[in-house]
């Protein structure tokens, strides 16, 4: 294993562009290299009145990862969240944990919390000589809101096992114990599996780290620009065969419904554009990559995950990719006294 560097410190096909008429009298417009506003991608509809608007920005790469479409601020840093998991999970590889199949798609898991997913971080704690006590994930309910009622409606409680990450935390203490680091510090930036991750999102992003935060589930998060994060995702489709970063993208892949849930888009995509892979994070971030090289990645600046359904499928439109599941991505409907009255829709 190559000694890891410490953290620093501080074409298929080509894009459709939208409309330039459009473009040019629309809010959803690129904002200007002036203007630190960020364009409207979605707006909230509802009984035919715009009562709501989403700001952010995206960026889009050409099959040779040239930027072929941005709009807002592509090169800020963001704090991907858990659109992050991929390259902490080639990291767990690299450290010699070796991890296959429906296991190392949920150690890149934000999992909905579903029976198969908590059984195999049970099984997986048990096959590493672990307990669910060491996970230092916070408690919490499962993610899907259907399996949150049903996990309530039987009497349990919020736990560590339930929360999302918890397969990426068995996975990053058992490559941890396999080598002999400190497990009870695992999570600490300066921790051995921590600088692997570092190195590992630099090398895949071809960026530094500009700033280090701490994400949800306790974990170091290391920012990326949107165009860092749409290039990292591109390179782990592209890797090599046998390279953490390929197995990582084909378990992921193959295994969709552990990576995200059975009711979850991340799912819906992988299974239905074969070959892409994707990942939502919170905050309302996604990235996604297409077996050609082809990458997106984009961020709400309010953090409404609402909008990444629709604001996805319009991307991918531009993209000339044209499936059934778009259409399934891209509706989200609101509701007044029970009866569809509105939507979600992409606004560029």
């Known amino acids: 294993m190559t000694s890891p560097t410490p953290i620093p410190q501080p074409t298929q096909g080509s894009l459709t562009s939208p409309d330039p008429a459009t473009a040019a009298s629309s809010p959803a417009s690129p904002a200007s290299p002036a203007s630190s506003v960020s364009p409207v991608l979605a707006e909230v509809v509802r009984s035919g009145f715009v009562e709501g608007r989403h700001r952010g920005s995206l960026v889009v790469l050409a099959a040779d990862g040239s930027v072929e479409m941005a709009l807002g601020d592509v090169a800020a840093p963001v704090f991907p ?25 949920l150690a890149a898991a934000s999992h909905s919390g579903e029976p198969f997913h908590l059984d195999l971080v049970r099984t997986m704690l048990a096959e590493h000589g672990l307990t669910a006590d060491q996970l230092q994930t916070p408690p919490d309910l499962p993610l899907d809101p259907e399996e949150a009622e049903a996990y309530l409606a039987s009497g349990r409680v919020r736990d560590r096992l339930t929360m999302n990450c918890s397969g990426k935390h068995t996975a990053m203490l058992a490559a941890s114990a396999l080598n002999g680091w400190p497990l009870a510090s695992y999570l600490d930036p300066a921790h051995p599996l921590q600088q692997l991750v570092a190195d590992g999102v630099r090398t895949a992003s071809g960026e530094d780290v500009a700033h280090i935060g701490t994400d949800g589930c306790g974990a170091p998060l290391l920012s990326l620009s949107l165009t860092g994060l749409a290039r990292a995702f591109r390179h782990f489709v592209l890797a090599e065969p046998g390279t953490p970063e390929r197995r990582v993208a084909d378990a992921m892949r193959a295994h969709p419904e552990y990576v995200a849930g059975t009711r979850r888009p991340d799912t819906w995509l992988m299974h239905a554009l074969p070959g892409t892979l994707s990942k939502m994070g919170a905050e309302a971030v996604q990235a996604l990559a297409l077996p050609d090289g082809r990458a997106l990645a984009f961020k709400i600046d309010d953090g409404a995950t609402r909008t990444l359904g629709p604001i996805l499928a319009r991307t991918l439109r531009l993209m000339n990719i044209d499936a059934p599941v778009l259409s399934r991505l891209e509706d989200a409907p609101l509701f007044g006294g029970g009866t569809r009255v509105g939507e979600i829709r992409a606004a560029f």
């Open 81 to 105: 969240r858990s659109t992050n998991k991929p390259m902490q999970a080639a990291a767990i590889l690299r450290a010699g944990l070796e991890l296959s199949g429906e296991r190392l798609a």
